[in-house]
């Protein structure tokens, strides 16, 4: 079964420091999200993108988050500097888009950003 | 806006209890819902979810979820649980095709025998 593939699973950061996740979608799949999800919390959306294209980053955090997703093939969500409240799981999840998208989402096994 | 409640952060439930799982669901238009489930430390897995057509459905590992509009509803159900679906439960809605999903805060559901 084709999976979302997300590194590095865990990471531990100093607080100020940068860090980046990178995320490898299922193969033709066009859309793209990065949620975080905080311990206790359902996930929230981040950053969207259709292709190479951000669709909504209404949400994303602009003066220390950025999310490219340059050939429209895998992605990088990258936090500078990094911050306390911060720590959380970070999930990448990929869909066909458009009305394949409600066949739902496949979500990555996710990277713990762990801020100390 | 869209916006999901799932009515219980907890639920405990003896081994091969029958078990509900509460979501409400707040929007102005036609919804598409989802049930996704959350083992520790991993990504989430698609349970069920209601496009449109048959409002009970039925999804993976015995589960089904019946919407209902006049209620805004879309609880999950399963007949008998095991240990092994001791999980996070997470209820979500998008409003249309393509569009992102919106996600409840979870119900941490734990089985014991």
């Known amino acids: 079964e084709a999976e979302v593939a997300q590194s590095p699973r865990y990471k531990i950061t100093e607080k100020s420091q940068a860090v980046a996740f990178w995320c490898d979608p299922i193969?033709?799949?066009?859309?793209l999200y990065w949620y975080r999800q905080i311990l206790g919390q359902g996930p929230e959306l981040l950053v969207q993108f259709q292709d190479e294209s951000v669709v909504d980053d209404s949400q994303l955090p602009k003066d220390r988050f950025s999310a490219e997703r340059l050939k429209g093939v895998d992605s990088t969500l990258k936090i500078q500097p990094a911050e306390l409240g911060d720590s959380a799981m970070y999930l990448c999840?990929?869909?066909?888009?458009?009305?394949?998208?409600?066949?739902?989402?496949?979500f990555g096994s996710g990277t713990r950003l762990t801020v100390v | 806006a869209q916006s999901v409640t799932q009515l219980d952060s907890q639920v405990p439930v003896f081994e091969e209890a029958p078990v509900e799982l509460r979501c409400n669901y707040s929007s102005s238009v036609s919804v598409y819902l989802f049930w996704y489930v959350q083992y520790p430390n991993q990504g989430l897995q698609l349970l069920l979810k209601?496009?449109?057509?048959?409002?009970l459905v039925k999804g993976i590992n015995g589960f089904e979820a019946e919407f209902n509009k006049s209620q805004t509803s879309f609880h999950l159900r399963k007949p008998s649980v095991h240990i092994s679906d001791t999980a996070e439960y997470f209820c979500?809605?998008?409003?249309?095709?393509?569009?992102?999903?919106?996600f409840g805060k979870g119900t941490t559901l734990s089985v014991s025998s």
């Open positions: 999840a990929s869909s066909l888009g458009g009305v394949g998208a409600n066949y739902g989402y496949t």
């Open positions: 193969s033709g799949h066009a859309t």
């Open positions: 979500a809605v998008s409003e249309k095709a393509g569009t992102a999903l919106i």
């Open positions: 209601y496009l449109s057509g048959s409002t």
